[in-house]
T-cell receptor
Framework: DQQVKQNSPSLSVQEGRISILNCDYT??????FLWYKKYPAEGPTFLIS?????DKNEDGRFTVFLNKSAKHLSLHIVPSQPGDSAVYFC??????????????FGTGTLLAVQP | DAGITQSPRHKVTETGTPVTLRCHQT?????MYWYRQDPGHGLRLIHY???????DKGEVSDGYSVSRSKTEDFLLTLESATSSQTSVYFC????????????FGDGTRLSIL
């Protein structure tokens, strides 16, 4: 039973345009959400996170939006650059300040930014 | 970049042999994790450690054991490898539990024939 779902296996956008990656979750106890980027043959790299007390967090070109009522979060990349081409994983955990910080990952979305 | 080193980076072995993967960190972080990544599954937690000699099971722990005798090293052992354990294994560390992101090593690609 997939608690974190990324329903789009791939996404293609033009350089300079906005990339929107989506993630849905089923566990209402999740209260901390993260996005990771992964290049081939490398480990995932942390991009941005958001806690459930917020609905938006911004870091440069990356913005994460959280809609708790819909159990949905999205990552916006503006403007998209060819170097953003990678697999993006959404992850979630429960227990803000809890003891284990165990992450549940989605299956990933492959973003291709076309020059 | 977080100081995390995984070894070996690649390994091919036969069914039934024991295999040990090593994760070494230079950040003095308390928490360490082992994940496996498989197509269609994302990353799944195998075991984690919250301190020296303190470990617990994750989502897919069957067939795996771990040990942490020093803060900097977290070992993952497959006592008798099976073909279903062919995967890419990632180690991660985090500073503490209060919503700090986990930082990952570059992975070990393990093939069991």
């Amino acid at each position: 039973d997939q608690q974190v779902k990324q329903n789009s296996p791939s996404l293609s956008v033009q350089e300079g345009r906005i990339s929107i990656l989506n993630c849905d979750y089923t566990n209402s106890m999740f209260d901390y959400f993260l996005w990771y980027k992964k290049y081939p043959a490398e480990g995932p790299t942390f991009l941005i996170s958001i806690s459930s007390i917020k609905d938006k967090n911004e870091d440069g070109r990356f913005t994460v939006f959280l809609n708790k009522s819909a159990k949905h979060l999205s990552l916006h990349i503006v403007p998209s650059q060819p170097g953003d081409s990678a697999v993006y994983f959404c992850a979630a955990s429960e227990g803000y300040g809890g003891a284990t910080n165990k992450l549940i990952f989605g299956t990933g979305t492959l973003l291709a930014v076309q020059p | 970049d977080a100081g995390i080193t995984q070894s070996p980076r690649h390994k091919v072995t036969e069914t039934g042999t024991p295999v040990t993967l090593r994760c070494h960190q230079t950040e003095n972080h308390r928490y360490m994790y082992w994940y496996r990544q498989d197509p269609g599954h994302g990353l799944r937690l195998i075991h984690y450690s919250y301190g020296v000699k303190d470990t617990d099971k994750g989502e897919v722990s069957d067939g795996y054991s771990v040990s942490r005798s020093k803060t900097e090293d977290f070992l993952l052992t497959l006592e008798s490898a099976t073909s279903s354990q062919t995967s890419v294994y990632f180690c991660a560390i985090s500073r503490d539990h209060s919503n700090q992101p986990q930082h990952f090593g570059d992975g070990t690609r393990l093939s069991i024939l």
